[in-house]
């Protein structure tokens, strides 16, 4: 979700927390705590690059998806249309006749 977050390009930290919650209607707020701990590992993994610029006298590091990211992007999409197409095939009423 934070890959997709950056696809529309780059973005502060905290801006990847905001344009998650906001893309989720609010049903994903994930902590600052959570969100920058794992930008971090993204960046290790060569998923996205972070860069620090300075913005009204503060220092922010921006992140943006590198092209293995946009590749993992699309990976984990695949990945997650799969999963969901199953549980949704698992979670269908079932045709059985109902026992009492």
Excluded: N, Q
């Amino acid at each position: 979700m934070l890959l997709a977050a950056l696809e529309a390009g780059p973005l502060h930290g905290y801006a990847v927390k905001e344009a998650l919650r906001e893309s989720t209607e609010g049903r994903i707020d994930l902590p600052t705590g959570t969100v920058y701990p794992a930008l971090h590992r993204l960046e290790r993994a060569g998923l996205i690059s972070g860069s620090w610029s300075v913005v009204g006298g503060r220092r922010r590091r921006s992140y943006a998806l590198t092209p293995a990211g946009h590749v993992a992007l699309g990976g984990e999409r695949a990945g997650w249309r799969e999963f969901a197409s199953a549980v949704t095939a698992a979670l269908k009423v079932s045709s059985w006749p109902a026992t009492s």
